[in-house]
C-alpha cells in the first residue's frame, strides 16, 4: 500500500514576526524535563527572549513585573551577583544578563549597584587582570567583556584597572588578528566579538588588527550565505551575531555579503512554530532566535529595532544609559 509522504512546510522569505513572539511565550509553559535540566541557563534564557522581543518591537509581550520579581529573586545580596535560577550559586554570565534585563525594564534603580560592582572587582586576577566567572576560578575572554560590560552599564568603569584589563583581553589576541579563550587558544569568531566588544568599551580598538581580524571574519561566510565560527566548520545562525557585531564595531560589515545572509537567517526560521534554530531544518531555540534577529537588525531588516553591537541590547536602551 503506498504511503503520503508528509512534506515539510515551506519557509517564507520574510520574518515570521507573530510565530516567533509566540514561540517566546511559550518558552516557560512547556515544562518538560528540558526545561529542568537548563536551570543553569534560565536567567540567560530570560535575557535572549526579552532582547528577541525588543528588536522586533514587542517587548511588551512579556510581563514587566513578573519578570523583574523573578530575576530579583536570583540576588545573592551576601556576594553581590545573581545566579542564573533560585537555589543555584552566583556567576558573572547570570548577573549580566540580570542587569541587561532591569536595563530593558527600566529598573535598573532597585539594584545595590556598589554590591555588584565590589563582586565583579573580586574576580578579577590582580597579576594577569583575567577575570573568574565565579569563586571557582575558570578564567577567559568572555568573563573579561562581561565584567566589562556590568560596569560600563552601570556607570563604574573607573573602578576598572582597566590597564590590567585591556592587557589580558590583548593577550588573547593571535596572528591571524582573532581572539582566543585565553592567550594562545585558537582564534573563534564568539571570543573575537567578546574581546573586541571589551576593547571597545575600553576605548582601546587602537590594539586590534583590523584589516586582518576583518579579513578573517569575513571568510567566515559559506556559500549559502551563513557564517561559521571557524575555518572548516559548519555555517551556524549565532555567528549572525558573533562575526557581523565584531565587523561592525569596527566599521567592516560592508565586507560581508548581507542580502545572503539575510535569506540564510530567514531560512533557518520555523514556519509551524516559530523561532530560529542554528541551520535550515533544525530545531529552533532561543539561543539561535536571539542571535539570528540581532543578525537582522544589524543587516537593517525592515521592522527591526536597531541594535548596539557592542552590548547586544536595544540601542535605544544603552543610549539612554550611555548617553551615547
Given at each position: 500500500m ?10 517564507p ?5 507573530d510565530l516567533?513572539v509566540s514561540?517566546i ?11 529542568y ?5 534560565r536567567?540567560?534564557?530570560i535575557?535572549w527572549?526579552?532582547?528577541a ?7 511588551d509581550?512579556?510581563?514587566?513585573q513578573?519578570?523583574i520579581?523573578?530575576?530579583m529573586?536570583?540576588?545573592h ?6 545566579s542564573?535560577h533560585p ?9 549580566l544578563?540580570a542587569?541587561?534585563?532591569?536595563a ?6 532597585i539594584?545595590d ?12 586576577d590582580?597579576?594577569?587582570g ?5 569563586e571557582?576560578g ?6 573579561s567583556?562581561?565584567?566589562v560590560?556590568?560596569l560600563s552599564?552601570?556607570g563604574?568603569l573607573?573602578v576598572?584597572?582597566k590597564e ?7 593577550r588573547?589576541?593571535n596572528f591571524?588578528?582573532g ?7 585558537e ?8 574581546c573586541v566588544?571589551?576593547?571597545a568599551?575600553?576605548?582601546?580598538l587602537?590594539?586590534?588588527?583590523k584589516?586582518?581580524l576583518c579579513w578573517w ?8 550565505g ?8 559548519l555555517?551556524?545562525?549565532?555567528y549572525?551575531?558573533?562575526a ?6 569596527l566599521g567592516r560589515s560592508?565586507?560581508i555579503?548581507g542580502?545572503?545572509l539575510s ?5 533557518a526560521?520555523d514556519?509551524d ?7 535550515p531544518e533544525?530545531?529552533?531555540?532561543v539561543?539561535h532566535t536571539?542571535?539570528g534577529?540581532?543578525?537582522?537588525s ?5 521592522g527591526m529595532?536597531e541594535?548596539?553591537p ?5 540601542r535605544?536602551?544603552?543610549?539612554k544609559?550611555?548617553g551615547k
Amino acid at each position: 500500500m503506498a504511503t503520503t509522504q508528509l512534506q515539510p512546510t515551506p519557509v517564507p522569505d520574510y520574518l515570521l514576526t507573530d510565530l516567533h513572539v509566540s514561540y517566546i511565550q511559550s518558552l516557560d509553559v512547556k515544562r518538560d524535563l528540558a526545561y529542568y535540566m537548563t536551570e543553569h541557563l534560565r536567567m540567560n534564557g530570560i535575557y535572549w527572549g526579552l532582547t528577541a522581543l525588543a528588536l522586533m518591537g514587542k517587548q511588551d509581550a512579556l510581563p514587566r513585573q513578573e519578570m523583574i520579581d523573578w530575576v530579583m529573586s536570583c540576588w545573592h545580596e551576601d556576594v553581590g551577583g545573581f545566579s542564573p535560577h533560585p537555589g543555584h550559586e552566583p556567576h558573572i554570565h547570570p548577573t549580566l544578563s540580570a542587569i541587561q534585563i532591569l536595563a530593558m525594564q527600566d529598573s535598573l534603580d532597585i539594584l545595590d549597584k556598589d554590591r555588584v560592582v565590589a563582586y565583579v572587582l573580586s574576580l578579577q586576577d590582580r597579576k594577569t587582570g583575567a577575570f573568574a566567572g565565579d569563586e571557582w576560578g575558570e578564567k577567559d575572554s568572555r568573563f573579561s567583556y562581561i565584567a566589562v560590560s556590568i560596569l560600563s552599564l552601570l556607570g563604574k568603569l573607573d573602578v576598572l584597572d582597566k590597564e590590567k584589563t585591556t592587557e589580558f583581553v590583548h593577550r588573547c589576541a593571535n596572528f591571524d588578528g582573532g581572539f582566543g579563550a585565553v592567550p594562545e587558544a585558537e582564534s573563534h569568531a564568539a571570543y573575537v566579538w567578546t574581546c573586541v566588544g571589551a576593547l571597545a568599551i575600553l576605548d582601546r580598538l587602537d590594539l586590534v588588527e583590523k584589516d586582518t581580524l576583518c579579513w578573517w571574519l569575513c571568510e567566515r561566510q559559506l556559500p549559502n550565505g551563513g557564517l561559521n565560527g571557524r575555518p572548516e566548520k559548519l555555517e551556524d545562525v549565532c555567528y549572525s551575531w558573533w562575526a557581523l557585531a565584531s565587523l561592525a564595531i569596527l566599521g567592516r560589515s560592508h565586507w560581508i555579503d548581507g542580502a545572503k545572509l539575510s535569506k540564510f537567517i530567514l531560512s533557518a526560521q520555523d514556519p509551524d512554530k516559530g523561532g530560529i534554530a542554528d541551520r535550515p531544518e533544525d530545531l529552533a531555540d532561543v539561543w539561535h532566535t536571539v542571535f539570528g534577529l540581532a543578525g537582522l537588525s544589524l543587516l537593517k531588516h525592515p521592522g527591526m529595532e536597531e541594535v548596539d553591537p557592542v552590548y547586544c541590547m536595544p540601542r535605544s536602551v544603552t543610549r539612554k544609559l550611555l548617553g551615547k
